[in-house]
């Protein structure tokens, strides 16, 4: 049997020292540069959203002149396109209280009035005066908007023989063909006043006008005082200034102003 040299022992443990420890130091070496070097997943991007739809289109407006000739609508009645309602509901509720009005139906008017309104008109149905008023009726002329407080509302010019009727309603109306109309205060002599061509917007100026004179006149003014200490009916003026005419009664509208011309407008075709 061979004996192994004994100096061998020493440099074979250093070759397998040697050759063994560089190849585990390469090992851990790649395995952490491996791991340093991995790539991080790629973020992931979401897809913008689609953009909005767009609005749907206005609903087709009926010219006047074709709801008028649908719904059999009086003559008289006179609406142009550029004073109209911009939807159908609303341009089939104007014409529709109007012919009611104009044509004495009394049934289809109230059912459209409010219950204030109609409540009114059964009185004065029943006591002859709307028969009498509407029967000089010569023609309506309309003009249609918005009050300041959003309401749709028309101004109604109603010219009789020798005579002009303004009025005002706030209205509703649905597309199922239901609709309300309350009518609005009218101004003093707004035939005298109402100008432009935004007759809803100039009511609602005079009507903020009349209100306006009409606080000033309404001012507290103090009582008189009565000193007792003089023992006499001597009296003692409050200092809140004179008013002849008492609370209210200030200045008088003048009803014998002469009456104008209202407004000028062209008679509709449709």
């Known amino acids: ?44 991007v979401k897809a913008a959203p689609p953009p909005p739809p767009p609005p749907p289109p206005p609903p087709a407006l009926t010219a006047i002149s074709d709801l008028m000739a649908q719904y059999d609508i009086d003559q008289r009645i006179q609406l142009s396109e550029e004073f109209a309602p911009g939807n159908d509901p609303s341009r089939i509720a104007v014409l529709q209280f109007y012919d009611a009005m104009v044509g004495g139906d009394v049934p289809a008017m109230s059912v459209m ?46 010219q009789t023989y020798d005579d002009y009727q303004p009025q005002l309603w706030r209205f509703t109306a649905d597309e199922y063909g239901s609709s309300k109309f309350s009518s609005g205060p009218t101004p003093v002599n707004v035939m005298d006043k109402l100008s432009g061509n935004d007759w809803i917007s100039s009511w609602y100026q005079l009507l903020d006008q009349e209100l306006a004179v009409a606080m000033e006149l309404d001012e507290a003014i103090q009582a008189p005082i009565r000193d007792l200490n003089k023992g006499d009916d001597a009296e003692i003026s409050g200092g809140g200034g004179s008013n002849p005419g008492g609370p209210g009664r200030g200045r008088q509208p003048n009803r014998d102003a002469p009456k104008i011309d209202p407004p000028s407008f062209e008679p509709s075709n449709s």
Do not use: H, W
């Not at 061979?2 to 100096?7: G, I, S």
């Not at 006591?127 to 029967?135: E, Q």
């Not at 407080?149 to 109603?158: H, K, M, R, S």
């Open 1 to 44: 049997m061979l004996k192994q040299n004994p100096r061998t022992r020493p440099l074979n443990r250093r070759i397998l020292v040697g050759g063994i420890m560089p190849v585990l130091v390469a090992l851990s070496t790649s395995l952490i540069i491996g791991g340093c070097a991995e790539e991080e997943p790629e973020p992931i």
């Open 113 to 158: 009035l409010s219950n204030t309104d109609k409540d009114e008109l059964m009185v004065m149905d029943a006591d002859g005066s709307f028969a009498d008023a509407i029967a000089e009726i010569g023609s309506v002329q309309l003009r249609c908007g918005y009050t300041p407080g959003g309401d749709e509302a028309v101004v109604a010019i109603l």
